[in-house]
């Protein structure tokens, strides 16, 4: 049996005065989740525990079938895994955000624009040069867009209170900065890089053109490396990963599931939703259980980009559920379900810890009701998981 899991990151919202009142998922075309509803079932499940931050990290974990009480060390660690950076004990990585700070020292922009990954390296390799002098024990790695990474190799206690910079924008930065043991160091690598990173060419040229300086790094979700049962060992299944962001390709390094590449996969709204679709199929040959994940809604809802979140939405519909659903129907006995990590509203540009809806249909599911899938079905549903990390058993059950 070929077990299917579709992950369209921070899909789920609230009602929007723009959409009249309706949901991006309620308005949003989408005949192929609706089929998955119709000829299975809709459910709701609590990914991110209460306590444990919002977003992805954690609620991707609870998803792949992990308790993130005891898997989540951080979201630092799980990235620096997808850029091969082995962590030794006691070593501690933090996500590294070049952001914009505007003329008011408030915090204007979490991706620099969403700054290109030839231009952030050029900036994190001078960082990188810079600190490598003045600070010991720190090193910077560049990543994907305005994503990268740094690494505390020192023996000071480092457990700072970091806060991400997509939960504090427009506002003024200084006074969310880190905080507690070790904060210093990392607040003199924020504070002590922003002359260099005003005056480089970089953002010179950008400044020019219009667009968003990268005139700060934002540290946070820092952690040691986590341990993690391979995903193998726990579910008896042979598994892939097919995702662009760093976050949940480390991730599956940890839990050792293949990680496929497509061409064009971007990890924003302008990705290649079809490849992604058709690796998926492909992958159906030497996987039994495929786990496809896609940026775009929570970029678009991040952007507070209402038409983008809902096109995205469309194209996930129409260029990944449609074609791996039919391909699976083609195949014999298979399960598929559709099913966001977290709701990033667009009414607060930021993510939220309630319960999200997913669709599942398949063997041994029976269509009680037929519903659309949408927030409020989730809500409706008499399936619900409050313990996250226990719809991937009952997922992938016999
Ligand atoms: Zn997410």
């Given at each position: 049996m070929k077990f299917v899991m579709i992950v369209p990151d921070g899909m789920a919202d609230w009602s929007v005065k723009q959409l009249n009142n309706r949901t991006p998922l309620q308005v949003a075309r989408t005949p192929n989740m609706d089929r998955v509803a119709a000829e299975g079932v809709v459910g709701q499940v609590l990914t991110t525990p209460v306590g444990l931050p919002n977003g992805s990290a954690v609620?991707?974990?609870?998803?792949?079938?992990?308790?993130?009480?005891?898997?989540?060390?951080?979201?630092?660690?799980?990235?620096?895994?997808?850029?091969?950076?082995?962590?030794?004990?006691?070593?501690?990585?933090?996500?590294?955000?070049?952001?914009?700070?505007?003329?008011?020292?408030?915090?204007?922009?979490?991706?620099?624009?969403?700054?290109?990954?030839?231009?952030?390296?050029?900036?994190?390799?001078?960082?990188?040069?810079?600190t490598a002098e003045e600070v010991a024990n720190v090193t910077f790695y560049p990543g994907i867009s305005f994503r990268s990474l740094m690494v505390y190799r020192g023996t000071s206690r480092m457990e700072p209170v970091t806060t991400p910079p997509h939960d504090i924008m427009g506002q003024p930065f200084e006074k969310h900065l880190p905080e507690g043991a070790g904060a210093s160091i990392l607040k003199k690598l924020m504070l002590g890089t922003r002359r260099m990173l005003e005056q480089h060419e970089v953002n010179t040229v950008r400044v020019d053109l219009g667009e968003n300086p990268a005139n700060m790094i934002w540290l946070w979700g820092g952690g040691t490396a986590?341990?993690?049962?391979?995903?193998?060992?726990?579910?008896?299944?042979?598994?892939?990963?097919?995702?662009?962001?760093?976050?949940?390709?480390?991730?599956?390094?940890?839990?050792?599931?293949?990680?496929?590449?497509?061409?064009?996969a971007t990890g924003s709204t302008d990705t290649n939703y079809a490849g992604k679709g058709q690796a998926a199929i492909d992958a159906l040959d030497d996987?039994?259980?495929?786990?496809?994940?896609?940026?775009?809604?929570?970029?678009?809802?991040?952007?507070?980009?209402?038409?983008?979140?809902?096109?995205?939405?469309?194209?996930?519909?129409?260029?990944?559920?449609?074609?791996?659903?039919?391909?699976?129907?083609?195949?014999?006995?298979?399960?598929?379900?559709?099913?966001?990590?977290?709701?990033?509203?667009?009414?607060?540009?930021?993510?939220?810890?309630?319960?999200?809806?997913?669709?599942?249909?398949?063997?041994?599911?029976?269509?009680?009701?037929?519903?659309?899938?949408?927030?409020?079905?989730?809500?409706?549903?008499?399936?619900?998981?409050?313990?996250?990390?226990?719809?991937?058993?009952?997922f992938l059950r016999a």
């Open positions: 609620a991707n974990l609870s998803l792949l079938g992990y308790d993130p009480h005891e898997a989540y060390t951080g979201r630092g660690p799980l990235e620096a895994a997808a850029l091969g950076i082995d962590l030794a004990p006691g070593e501690i990585a933090f996500r590294c955000n070049l952001v914009t700070i505007d003329e008011h020292d408030r915090l204007r922009d979490y991706s620099a624009g969403e700054i290109p990954s030839r231009e952030s390296a050029i900036l994190i390799n001078a960082i990188r040069k810079k986590p341990r993690l049962e391979p995903f193998a060992k726990r579910f008896s299944k042979k598994g892939a990963v097919i995702a662009a962001v760093d976050l949940i390709r480390g991730t599956a390094v940890y839990l050792e599931l293949d990680r496929i590449d497509v061409e064009g996987y039994d259980f495929v786990f496809v994940h896609i940026e775009a809604p929570d970029t678009a809802a991040h952007a507070g980009n209402v038409e983008e979140k809902v096109r995205a939405i469309e194209k996930i519909d129409r260029e990944i559920v449609g074609p791996v659903h039919d391909a699976l129907k083609e195949r014999g006995d298979y399960r598929l379900i559709v099913v966001p990590d977290h709701a990033t509203p667009i009414e607060t540009r930021t993510h939220v810890g309630e319960p999200v809806p997913f669709a599942l249909c398949g063997a041994n599911v029976e269509s009680i009701r037929e519903m659309p899938f949408t927030e409020a079905a989730g809500n409706e549903s008499g399936l619900k998981f409050d313990i996250g990390y226990e719809l991937m058993p009952y």
